[in-house]
Every structure is written in structure tokens, then in C-alpha cells.
T-cell receptor, first 114, second 116 residues
Framework: DTGVSQDPRHKITKRGQNVTFRCDPI?????LYWYRQTLGQGPEFLTY????????KSRLLSDRFSAERPKGSFSTLEIQRTEQGDSAMYLC????????????FGPGTRLTVL | AQKVTQAQTEISVVEKEDVTLDCVYE???????LFWYKQPPSGELVFLIR??????QNEISGRYSWNFQKSTSSFNFTITASQVVDSAVYFC?????????????FGKGTKLSVIP
């Protein structure tokens, strides 16, 4: 059973550009989460999907951020008009069908906005 | 609102010493779940242990053990006979049953350095 994968692992972009990250969860997991982690801090929740439905969004998820999970499998997180404050590690996690199931994390995508 | 506090920012120990990482949490839910994750320099968060608020006993898993005290809202994590490979940042996290997403709230982490 493969784990959660994320692509790319690193992304460097210039301020104002759009970026998109991909997350492939563990195959039988229908719950998918995105978190953001800045230097020296713990991860912070961004958004949650159950199958293809986006059921919860944090207030951290500004209108420049959009996430999708079109067929309930992989998910994408897009940031439009990137700002230097968006520089962070973006982590994806997946969990089984029960809300109480443990979340397993991918390796993350490290974004640097110049 | 839920909150997790890890008061220890950094800890250094000599290899083979035991080390305890502290975690204090706040929640209004009566049913909740506590976790410890490890983040090595590579960046990936690795699940270590979990504890449900309604579990009765503290447990041991290999070199890891944890002490859950509901009365003091603490969930401390101990590594016995530490090894250099244990060097990482350790995060305590809380998930509440009242939140439909069961999203995790993390502490700021404790950086553990094991010196050979």
C-alpha cells in the first residue's frame, strides 16, 4: 500500500504567479485534508474533502486559494497571484471512511515566493 | 476553541537517555483524540501514536510510551533509550468529535536533538 504522495516537492515562483499542487491520497481513503506549515510552527488546517465534496474551509483559505477533488481521488490546491506570505510547506493528509481514522501525511510541497 | 501547547521548544539529550515531551491541550468536547507526529528534516509528518479520550489505559509501543492525564489535560510522550535517529521535531495534535472534519490542531512542536 503506497502512502500519500504530493507533487511537486519544491516550487519556486515569482510574486504574482499562479501555482498548483497535487495530492494523491492512499487509495482507499475518502477523507482528504490540506494543511499549511510556516517555519517554526505546527501545521494549520486549510480545507477538508469527503470524497469529492469540499465540506470545510478555514478562514486561512483566502479567495486566492482554491482546492478541488474532482472525482474523489486526487486533489489539487491552486494559489492565484502568489504573495511572499504564501511561502510555506503545504501538506496533504488522507484518512479512511471514519472521522476518527488517523490522518496520514504526504511529504509536502515547499513553496517559495520570491 | 481547541488549543495545543508544547512548552518545550528544544530538548537535547545524550543517546540512550530517556526523554519526555510535554503536551497540554484545551477542548470543550468530551470525546476527542490525541496524536503525536514526528517530522524529521525531510519534512514528512510521520504518525507515531494516538489516544482516544475514552481509553482507559496508558500504553507502551516499543520504545514509545505515553501518559494521558485527563485531570490536567496533558498527553506526554516518552522515548526510552533515545537514538540519533529520533532527532526530529515532534508535534502533539488534537482532533475533536464536535468538528465534522475531525481536523487536527497542532502544537508548535518540540525539536529533539539526540547527541551521540
Amino acid at each position: 500500500d503506497t502512502g500519500v504522495s504530493q507533487d511537486p516537492r519544491h516550487k519556486i515562483t515569482k510574486r504574482g504567479q499562479n501555482v498548483t499542487f497535487r495530492c494523491d491520497p492512499i487509495s482507499e481513503h475518502n477523507r482528504l485534508y490540506w494543511y499549511r506549515q510556516t517555519l517554526g510552527q505546527g501545521p494549520e488546517f486549510l480545507t477538508y474533502f469527503q470524497n469529492e465534496a469540499q465540506l470545510e474551509k478555514s478562514r486561512l483559505l483566502s479567495d486566492r486559494f482554491s482546492a478541488e477533488r474532482p472525482k474523489g481521488s486526487f486533489s489539487t490546491l491552486e494559489i492565484q497571484r502568489t504573495e511572499q506570505g504564501d511561502s510555506a510547506m503545504y501538506l496533504c493528509a488522507s484518512a479512511g471512511t471514519q472521522g476518527t481514522d488517523t490522518q496520514y501525511f504526504g511529504p509536502g510541497t515547499r513553496l517559495t515566493v520570491l | 476553541a481547541q488549543k495545543v501547547t508544547q512548552a518545550q521548544t528544544e530538548i537535547s539529550v545524550v543517546e540512550k537517555e530517556d526523554v519526555t515531551l510535554d503536551c497540554v491541550y484545551e477542548t470543550r468536547d468530551t470525546t476527542y483524540y490525541l496524536f503525536w507526529y514526528k517530522q524529521p528534516p525531510s519534512g514528512e509528518l510521520v504518525f507515531l501514536i494516538r489516544r482516544n479520550s475514552f481509553d482507559e489505559q496508558n500504553e507502551i509501543s516499543g520504545r514509545y510510551s505515553w501518559n494521558f492525564q485527563k485531570s490536567t489535560s496533558s498527553f506526554n510522550f516518552t522515548i526510552t533509550a533515545s537514538q540519533v535517529v529520533d532527532s526530529a521535531v515532534y508535534f502533539c495534535a488534537l482532533s475533536e468529535s464536535g468538528a465534522g472534519s475531525y481536523q487536527l490542531t497542532f502544537g508548535k512542536g518540540t525539536k529533539l536533538s539526540v547527541i551521540p
